[in-house]
T-cell receptor, first 116, second 112 residues
Framework: DQQVKQNSPSLSVQEGRISILNCDYT??????FLWYKKYPAEGPTFLIS?????DKNEDGRFTVFLNKSAKHLSLHIVPSQPGDSAVYFC???????????????FGKGITLSVRP | ETGVTQSPTHLIKTRGQQVTLRCSSQ?????VSWYQQALGQGPQFIFQ???????GRGNFPPRFSGLQFPNYSSELNVNALELDDSALYLC???????????FGPGTRLTVL
């Protein structure tokens, strides 16, 4: 039972263009959604998060959009840079500080390649 | 400020053996969680520790156990290793009540 789904395994974009990474979830009890970036031989690095009470959160080149009715979120990277090439994981959790409910549930990840 | 560190980096064991993985939390973080990441998959939650007690557990058998120490460092112990235990084991720390967890570089465990 995969509660967080990243259906596209890979994405390739040209440097300077927009990268749009998509994520769907099935559990309506999720309260927070996060994006992590992972390089080979490193642990996941936190990028950006959004609470379920918001529909958009922006941090520099990264913007996350949340559509609760569709149970869908997306990460936009503008402009894309070659250093953005990595595996991106979408994750979701329940309300923080609630033990197992605050665990992170991850998707399988999407490999982003930014071509120079 | 030191981030999350894990040791060892790599480990090779044989079936039936026991293994202990170690993690040092980021300064100021009082929760620690452990995740297992199999090849081609996202990390899977094993358990979380807060105030030296297990505070939530994923779908892992009892042979996966852990400890959290007063200085917020942690250990993951796995008994009776199986071939399917081969994976990247990630430790993550965070402040209690906050949504973001910060990950260490992981320990790559290979079971032969």
């Amino acid at each position: 039972d995969q509660q967080v789904k990243q259906n596209s395994p890979s994405l390739s974009v040209q440097e300077g263009r927009i990268s749009i990474l998509n994520c769907d979830y099935t559990n309506s009890m999720f309260d927070y959604f996060l994006w992590y970036k992972k390089y080979p031989a490193e642990g996941p690095t936190f990028l950006i998060s959004i609470s379920s009470i918001k529909d958009k959160n922006e941090d520099g080149r990264f913007t996350v959009f949340l559509n609760k009715s569709a149970k869908h979120l997306s990460l936009h990277i503008v402009p894309s840079q070659p250093g953005d090439s990595a595996v991106y994981f979408c994750a979701a959790s329940g309300f923080p500080g609630t033990g197992a409910n605050s665990k992170l549930t991850f998707g399988k990840g999407i490999t982003l390649s930014v071509r120079p | 400020e030191t981030g999350v560190t894990q040791s060892p980096t790599h480990l090779i064991k044989t079936r039936g053996q026991q293994v202990t993985l170690r993690c040092s939390s980021q300064s100021g973080h009082n929760t620690v969680s452990w995740y297992q990441q199999a090849l081609g998959q996202g990390p899977q939650f094993i358990f979380q520790y807060y105030r030296e007690e297990e505070n939530g557990r994923g779908n892992f058998p009892p042979r996966f156990s852990g400890l959290q120490f007063p200085n917020y460092s942690s250990e993951l112990n796995v008994n009776a290793l199986e071939l399917d235990d081969s994976a990247l084991y990630l430790c993550a720390s965070g402040p209690w009540g906050r949504d973001t967890q910060y990950f260490g570089p992981g320990t790559r465990l290979t079971v032969l």
